[in-house]
């Protein structure tokens, strides 16, 4: 049974130096597997292998950049050889843009001369009509549109509005050139005036003015006379200042003045040959129809509490 013993220890230990000494065969073809990669990774071919590699990235970077460098040189090429074309068009708009601030200022200059020294003529006419453009810059330009108060009576001292709508001055100047007269003077357009009253024009449209000396023309001629003399005595006896009927076509907004009646201008009214009859104003005023023009005449005679006159409305639709 000792025997045994010993025979079998024998045994294992027979066995432990074979495993030992296999372990030791793998290590050492482990080993050598290693150095033999190695000895291939510097191998010739393993190196121009990965030259060849880092060749190939530098000239694909190299190649990127000369394409962003030629890209940017067609550009450059591009602005420069349109150059020719830009630069007069930057020169027109530079020059336009310098002739409208030269003329802002001309304009705002002129108005403000206009305004402080009371300056007329051209001058005012220029200043008025310029400021008419600019929002913000008074429109009481002048004090004297025309040059001077004419026509029998004195200016309000630069009443003028936008557009079509004259001074009080230059109402009167116009009318006085054919012989027409208004029968007071505008002491404050901003306000009624009691006794003995006013009569203004500023702010009248051209086109009510034109109709006054239109019909002064027509109605003249009417009589055997040659124009521009005024031989129906047209007399201007309203007009624009405060205390007329409020409206889209009032006397406030330019469209109306009043006229004093003669027989001559009652009779040239009431013509069938000049004027339909155009039905009667709901204050009981009968209208005449201009039949050249359309004009609305509404006859405020006979009307209780209302000095008698002609109420001409010109051109408002």
């Known amino acids: 049974m000792a025997e045994y013993s010993v025979e079998e220890e024998l045994l294992e230990q027979q066995q432990e130096e074979e495993e030992r000494a296999q372990a030791l065969e793998e290590q050492n073809q ?3 597997l290693v150095e033999q990669d190695q000895a291939e990774q510097e191998s010739p071919v393993n190196r121009a292998q990965e030259f060849a590699k880092g060749y190939a990235k ?3 970077k190299n190649a990127a950049k000369e394409e962003a460098v030629a890209a940017a040189s067609a550009a450059g090429s591009a602005i420069v050889a349109s150059a020719p074309v830009w630069g007069p068009i930057v020169g027109i708009l530079a020059g336009i843009l310098l002739v409208i601030g030269l003329g802002i200022f001309i304009i705002i200059s002129l108005a403000s001369a206009c305004n402080a020294q009371g300056l007329g ?3 005012a006419r220029w200043a008025s009509w310029g400021a008419s453009f600019l929002p913000g810059v008074s429109q009481d330009v002048c004090a004297q549109l025309s040059g001077g108060g004419s026509g029998g009576a004195g200016a309000t001292g630069g009443f003028t509005v936008p557009g079509d709508n004259l001074s009080d001055a230059a109402a009167r100047a116009q009318l006085a050139a054919v012989g027409i007269t208004v029968n007071k003077n505008c002491i404050d357009q901003t306000r009624q005036v009691a006794s003995p009253g006013q009569t203004c024009l ?5 086109s009510t003015i ?4 239109d ?3 027509k109605c003249t001629t009417s009589l055997g006379g040659p124009p521009p003399n005024n031989r129906c005595g047209v007399l201007v006896t309203g007009g624009s200042e405060p205390g007329h009927e409020s409206g889209a076509c009032s ?3 330019g469209y109306k003045v009043d006229l004093l009646p003669t027989t001559a201008l009652n009779n040239y009214i009431t013509s069938p040959s000049y004027f339909a009859r155009a039905g009667t104003r709901s204050d009981g005023a009968p209208l005449y129809r201009r039949i050249s023009n359309n004009n609305i005449y509404a006859d405020e005679r006979n009307l209780p509490g209302v000095s008698a006159h002609w109420d001409i409305t010109a051109d408002c639709i």
Do not use: P, W, Y
């Not at 500023?202 to 051209?206: K, N, V």
């Open 251 to 253: 006397h406030a907004n």
């Open 58 to 60: 530098s000239a694909i």
């Open 215 to 217: 019909l002064a023309s």
């Open 30 to 32: 482990q080993d050598r």
């Open 210 to 213: 034109n109709e006054v000396i």
């Open 121 to 123: 003529g051209t001058t």
């Open 202 to 206: 500023g702010g009248t449209l051209q």
